[in-house]
């Protein structure tokens, strides 16, 4: 029972004789007796020999005073290692039939009834670290709670960084705080625990001041601590400071790792810098030290997200000559980065290229092969791979389930939305926040608002908080149901909870407002909008930042101030729009156009019409036929001639069209 070693040459150590001839009893004086031989033993080996040779007698569920009296020998002789193995053995043995803090506090009380422990707290500074090393922090934490003393530095830091792991932040800044109040002093190995805190809790400042502070105090800052404080830098998107760290690391002789670039390298891709993230590489490779898998991935990523396709495949190649085997991570790279520039086919020619291989797709993977499938339009093959998934054991997740919902919604089948989603909670994974928003904005898309508010009403009893991407497609849809009074309501209900409307609620908001004749209330919302993006300030809970006026918000108020003859205050708006650089799509332009024909205004359809040319917006065949038709109304034959050639030239004339031409008869029949 619990054998630490097998003896090689049996050694009768004082006393050794006086237990071995006893019964096999766990009597008191066997007990005492073997205790004492284990105390009075010379050499920590000749104790683990006495140990493991009484060992099968002992039941260290009913009595571990032999346990504890030999682990307090070890750690008295520096055998620190070889005690914490000890505790952690008997703590694992009496955790099959107590809670870990009841096996805690069960060795803790062991080791109080020794009086060797009194003058040795040495012993409950190595329970710390083996309760921590098992993962069991809080039991760790009380044991230091409940120590009259600070155990040494090695425990705190053990203590410390089971708290950071577990991301208890709060707990783990206060052990820091007591141990510095009882003396403890700080190592290195401390401030990197602290560093890591400071940087996942995205406090950059009071890392950069435990950097300082520790190199004040002359500790030199380890590669894995400037590392460390880099990956904070980057996650943050403070690249030139994190570069500036870099630098100030080798000036002063700490040489970066791979680990070290890689992060770099990271930071740099979330940004799109491929130049920087190259450049990184290849100072990697002077260094001498050889990219790793990860290395390849954030390459490959980052070049897709740019479209160096050519450049991410050549890459993938470059690979073997390192040396580094493609796995599942490389190819969802591969596979993602080509769905995100739209080449389907190419992703799922390396999703077969990995089944070839032998590499099995992970969830990573089937997620986005079911975003490329329902890009393709391809729903039986996306359902299929819900089969192929739980053939080969790879649970689905919510991603996997969403993307299929979404992908059923857009195709307008709600009723096999609604059956991928009961298959998801007979598996047990409940729908998500953003599986009920798909399904509300595809209800909200058919018109059915009534399963739209159901779902809604649902959502929110389950104790779902409705997001503002839920919000926009409820407003619009009951904007498009001509119920203008429920998605003013809703739009109340959004800004007193406390949800900051997006560019794209209010452009729902401004164009069901003038679909609605509520021209007014439009533009208030929109100069509102304005004034507030101007400034900078929040007005109505808005968030300015997102929310200043676009395309979509001045194109909405266009259309409905032409459409109810406020032609003036519609080219005011318009004109506002150019200045502020942003592009008017086709659609404006024809609004806007449509009027100034119809009021006969010559010179400001032709501005219109020579700003549409300079701005790049290519006439489709409504627009040439419009501009044909207003031309000619207002009496430009040779300008409505043009535009009739052009739209000729895009062969989109019929011939009956062609034959009115040829008998002038043009101007009379362009409706047809």
């Known amino acids: 029972m619990l054998k630490l070693f097998i003896p090689q040459k049996r050694i009768n150590p004082p006393g050794f004789s006086t237990f071995s001839s006893v019964s096999h009893s766990s009597s008191s004086s066997f007990i005492t007796n073997l205790i004492t031989s284990i105390v009075n033993s010379r050499t920590p080996s000749q104790a683990l020999r006495i ?10 569920s009913k009595n571990f005073k032999v346990h504890s009296a030999l682990i307090c020998f070890l750690t008295n002789s520096k055998k620190y290692i070889d005690a914490r193995c000890l505790i952690k053995g008997l703590i694992e043995h009496l955790g099959k039939s107590r809670k870990p803090h009841r096996a805690c ?16 707290p040495k012993v409950y500074g190595v329970l710390i670290l083996a309760l921590c090393e098992l993962g069991h922090v809080h039991e760790a934490y009380w044991v230091y709670r409940k120590i009259r003393s600070l155990p040494a530095i090695q425990a705190c830091n053990a203590l410390l960084d089971g708290f950071c792991k577990k991301e208890q932040f709060e707990l783990m800044w206060d052990v820091y705080k007591d141990m510095v109040s009882h003396g403890g002093v700080p190592s290195v190995v401390t401030y990197g625990v602290l560093i890591d805190a400071a940087c996942s809790q995205g406090d950059l400042a009071k890392a950069k001041m435990l950097m300082d502070e520790m190199v004040g105090k002359g500790i030199v800052p380890t590669v894995v601590i400037y590392t460390t404080l880099i990956r904070g830098l980057c996650s943050e998107s403070e690249m030139v400071e994190a570069e500036s760290v870099f630098k100030r690391m080798r000036e002063i002789g700490v040489l970066p790792n791979l680990y070290t670039y890689n992060t770099l390298m990271d930071g740099y891709g979330k940004e799109a810098s491929v130049e920087k993230v190259l450049w990184f590489y290849q100072e990697m490779l002077d260094q001498n030290l050889l990219p790793n898998v990860i290395t390849f991935c954030i390459i490959i990523d980052v070049l897709y997200r740019v479209g160096q396709l050519q450049t991410a495949r ?3 190649v470059c690979m073997v000559k390192f040396g580094v085997v493609p796995n599942v991570f490389i190819y969802n790279c591969l596979i993602d980065g080509n769905y995100r520039v739209c080449n389907l086919s190419a992703a799922l020619d390396y999703y077969y290229e990995m089944e070839k291989f032998g590499i099995s797709p992970d969830v990573y ?6 975003k490329c499938y329902c890009s393709m339009h391809r729903m039986e093959e996306a359902d299929g791979l819900l089969k192929i998934m739980k053939h080969r054991g790879v649970h689905a997740n919510s991603v996997v389930y969403g993307t299929l919902v979404d992908g059923y919604c857009k195709e307008g089948n709600l009723g096999k939305a609604l059956e991928v989603c009961s298959q998801m909670t007979e598996t047990g994974v409940e729908p998500s926040l953003i599986t009920f928003s798909t399904l509300i904005d595809g209800y909200c898309k058919i018109g059915n608002m009534e399963a739209a508010m159901g779902l809604y009403n649902e959502m929110v009893i389950k104790g779902f908080v409705p997001d503002v991407v839920t919000y926009t497609s409820l407003i619009d849809g009951h904007f498009k149901d001509a119920n203008s009074k429920a998605a003013l309501r809703l739009y ?5 909870a406390g949800i900051c409307p997006n560019v794209f609620t209010l452009s729902c908001l401004i164009r069901g407002l003038c679909d609605d004749g509520k021209l007014k209330d439009a533009m208030k919302l929109f100069l509102d909008r304005k004034r507030a993006g101007s400034s900078g300030a929040k007005a109505n809970h808005i968030d300015t930042e997102c929310c200043s006026p676009n395309t979509v918000m001045y194109s909405a108020l266009v259309h409905g101030l032409c459409k109810e003859g406020y032609l003036f205050k519609a080219s005011k708006f318009f004109s506002d729009m150019r200045r502020e650089g942003l592009k008017p799509d086709i659609v404006t332009y024809s609004t806007i156009l449509q009027r100034h024909f119809g009021d006969g205004h010559v010179l400001e359809a032709m501005m219109l019409h020579a700003d549409m040319t300079k701005m790049g917006t290519i006439p489709n065949a409504t627009m040439y036929k419009l ?3 207003g031309y000619q109304e207002i009496g430009c034959q040779s300008s409505a001639l043009k535009c009739h050639e052009d739209l000729e030239n895009l062969s ?21």
């Open 51 to 60: 140990f493991n040779s009484a060992s099968n007698k002992l039941d260290a």
């Open 314 to 316: 050549n890459y993938f």
């Open 105 to 120: 506090s069960a060795v803790f009380n062991g080791f109080s009834q020794l009086e060797s422990v009194i003058s040795s």
């Open 627 to 629: 501009l044909n038709k």
């Open 365 to 370: 993977t089937y997620g986005i092969l079911m």
């Open 492 to 496: 109340k209900d959004m800004t007193e």
């Open 652 to 672: 989109l004339v019929n011939p009956y069209i062609d034959s009115l031409k040829k008998d002038n008869m043009l101007r009379q029949s362009i409706n047809v």
